[in-house]
């Protein structure tokens, strides 16, 4: 089993900037996709970015050019640095921690709430 360790939420203006980080810990194996999902208010839970195992890197479209993730595998630790934050961006972030047998641990959830 893992557990997902989340940091970093909190209330910003809009165009100002957060960094998020999630340290995993347990049953790591060389092998895995790490990453960030955010869910809205009445809204379902969506990809924000994500490292594939091997360093690929995927980012959902309302965010790529403002939102960098990065990803440590020695401290099996993600980081989401998420700049130019806009309303929209209002969300719990999850971070995700996905093992080549497609087993799926979610991090508690942080809340970052972006005012206009």
């Known amino acids: 089993q893992v557990h997902l360790v989340e940091s970093g939420g909190g209330l910003v203006q809009a165009g100002e900037s957060l960094r998020l980080s999630c340290a995993a810990s347990?049953?790591?194996?060389?092998?895995?996709?790490m990453g960030w999902f955010r869910q809205a208010p009445g809204k379902q839970r969506e990809l924000v970015a994500e490292?594939?195992?091997?360093?690929?890197?995927q980012y959902a479209d309302s965010v790529k050019g403002r939102f960098t993730i990065s990803r440590d595998n020695a401290e099996n630790t993600v980081w989401l640095q998420m700049n130019s934050l806009q309303p929209e961006d209002t969300a719990v972030y999850y971070c995700?921690?996905?093992?080549?047998?497609?087993?799926?641990?979610w991090g508690q959830g942080t809340q970052v709430t972006v005012s206009s």
């Open positions: 995700r921690f996905q093992d080549t047998a497609a087993r799926v641990s």
């Open positions: 347990g049953s790591i194996s060389s092998m895995y996709h």
């Open positions: 490292v594939i195992h091997g360093g690929s890197i």
